[in-house]
């Protein structure tokens, strides 16, 4: 998983919660990076997940509220830090339609390595989409947060419902649904 995923999840618990509650999860989770990541670095995406239990353990806050959270602010991060794939879209059903063909694809010109997961968008009509989501890491509801964050983003009155999510958390449909 690349690294600024990570830095961006110990930003938001800076701002969120505190610089010192960053530094206790990080000595609490025990990861193997000792909380030591660059944006453009690699790591297990198991540190990840030992991190947000670590903060679950210290705030109560439940597992899926923390990543959802997190999946907010991350978007709002990608929004700053990659405006470039934001100029010309006008709509969250257009935007996600190119995740996968187009944002990914880039990740992967830069860091061939990359995972990224599979998103597939399918417009049945102008006010309905469906999104299959499909990762190798548990993070259906990273990805709920940034749908949600998205829809935020283009100020559209849209509902979005989840008819599935595996067992596992790497799998996801989500029905976004214009009023």
Same mark, same amino acid.
Request: hydrophobic share 40%; charged share 25%.
């Given at each position: 998983m690349k690294g600024v995923v990570f830095t961006e999840f110990l930003k938001m618990v800076d701002e969120v919660f505190s610089p010192?509650?960053?530094? #206790? /999860? /990080? /000595? %609490? =989770?025990k990861v %193997?990076?000792?909380?030591?990541?660059?944006?453009v670095g690699t790591y297990p995406h198991t540190e990840i997940l030992q991190l947000v239990t670590a903060l679950h353990k210290r705030t109560g806050a439940p597992v899926r &509220? #923390?990543?959802?959270?997190?999946?907010?602010? #991350?978007?709002?991060?990608f929004t700053e830090q990659y405006p470039h794939f934001f100029e010309n879209q006008y709509s969250a059903f257009e935007f996600l339609k190119g995740v996968d063909g187009y944002i990914h694809a880039e990740v992967h010109k830069l860091y061939p390595e990359a995972l990224t997961p =599979?998103? /597939?968008? &399918?417009? @049945?009509? &102008? @006010?309905?989409l469906d999104i299959e989501y499909q990762s190798e890491c548990p993070f259906a509801e990273l990805a709920g947060g940034l749908l949600e964050a998205c829809v935020e983003h283009f100020k559209e009155d849209i509902n979005i419902e989840r008819p599935f999510t595996g067992k596992d958390g790497c799998s996801a449909k989500f029905s976004l649904v214009r009023a």
């Open positions: 010192e509650m960053t530094e #206790l /999860i /990080i /000595i %609490e =989770s %193997e990076s000792h909380g030591v990541y660059t944006s &509220d #923390l990543v959802n959270a997190f999946g907010k602010y #991350l978007f709002n991060a =599979s998103v /597939i968008a &399918d417009q @049945k009509g &102008d @006010k309905h």
